[in-house]
């Protein structure tokens, strides 16, 4: 432990009592989150509210802050299954698979799953513009192994996996929402909205192997809107299995490890995928994240310009890769 740190009662790491120490350790994170310098300070300024509230809604923000600051990378009483997400915040309500009262938690669901006979439909009226989706891709780092085009690589080891973006890291995706304009309302319309929404075709014999993602600080929605058969469409998150029926959508905690499998031999499976901010956050700490999420994605674009291992590089040349139509639409 970091010795400019020290610990309460309850041995939990707790913010230096010195003002200067406090404050230059503070700016030096701001800083080593690549932010602008009006970032950095927006940051700050969030941070420091942070180091001394105490109406307990910046909890889980001072909670993030001080294992930044002794760069501590994993939560106590995290599950295994979440060792491998690379941004945990404490404090959250963790489940692999939120199906007790999920209906409650979500109360936007019900809209969804009304909706969902006009959003299979604007799915399917893509059939006749076969340059629509485009072939998922990651960076060599993130997938299971390079792609045969030499965009990036692919998290599949069977079969073939393709989406369609609606919203993405602020990437423009106007056109593919102008073709989906119900879908793209219902989704805008959901209170905490990730600003991250696609459809996602999964081939025939498809295996999208073991995975985490990128944090817990948001949840995953499906709503399958293609799905030859319950048996055929599995998800293992944690050591949770999901069976996959058109028009009921399920809510799972992707930090959890997880993959999927498509076992039909000739039918795909087609499903809409948003992402929701955990609802165990509270509304300021929302705030910041969202502050803190958009701020770093227009560095990290800036900086990537020329990175052709770069996400934003891939996802565009990928955007110019026409997919096997039968890959989506058998």
């Known amino acids: 432990m970091d010795n400019d740190l020290h610990n309460n009662e309850d041995n939990q790491a707790v913010m230096p009592t010195d003002k200067a120490l406090l404050e230059a350790r503070l700016r030096a994170l701001t800083e080593e989150w690549g932010l602008s310098p009006l970032g950095q300070n927006i940051a700050f300024l969030w941070m420091s509210k942070a180091a001394t509230d105490d109406t307990g809604k910046l909890t889980r923000l001072r909670q993030c802050a001080l294992m930044e600051l002794n760069k501590q990378r994993q939560p106590p009483n995290m599950s295994p299954w979440q060792y491998g997400c690379p941004s945990l915040l404490p404090g959250l309500r963790s489940r692999p698979v939120w199906d007790e009262d999920m209906r409650t938690t979500f109360p936007w669901i019900h809209a969804l799953e009304a909706a969902f006979p006009t959003i299979r439909d604007e799915l399917l009226a893509l059939k006749n513009d076969p340059s629509t989706f485009q072939p998922y891709r990651a960076p060599s780092w993130a997938g299971v192994k390079q792609a045969d085009d030499g965009i990036g690589s692919i998290s599949h080891d069977a079969g073939d996996w393709n989406v369609y973006y609606l919203h993405l890291h602020d990437v423009d995706y106007a056109a593919n929402r102008r073709r989906c304009p119900v879908t793209t309302a219902v989704v805008e319309s959901i209170g905490g909205h990730y600003n991250h929404a696609f459809f996602s075709a ?53 930090s959890f490890e997880h993959e999927a499998w498509k076992d039909h031999m000739t039918k795909s499976r087609i499903v809409l995928v948003l992402d929701v901010w955990h609802p165990s956050m509270s509304a300021p700490e929302t705030k910041f994240f969202k502050f803190l999420q958009k701020a770093r994605l227009k560095a990290e674009r800036k900086l990537a310009e020329d990175d052709v291992d770069g996400f934003y590089h891939i996802l565009n040349e990928a955007t110019h890769v026409t997919p096997n139509p039968l890959a989506i639409w058998s």
């Open 202 to 254: 999964m081939a025939p014999q498809t295996h999208i192997t073991k995975h985490h993602g990128p944090t817990n600080k948001k949840l995953r929605c499906h709503l399958p809107l293609v799905v030859p058969s319950p048996d055929s469409c599995r998800l293992r998150v944690g050591d949770d299995v999901v069976s996959v029926r058109e028009g009921e959508c399920f809510v799972f905690d992707d």
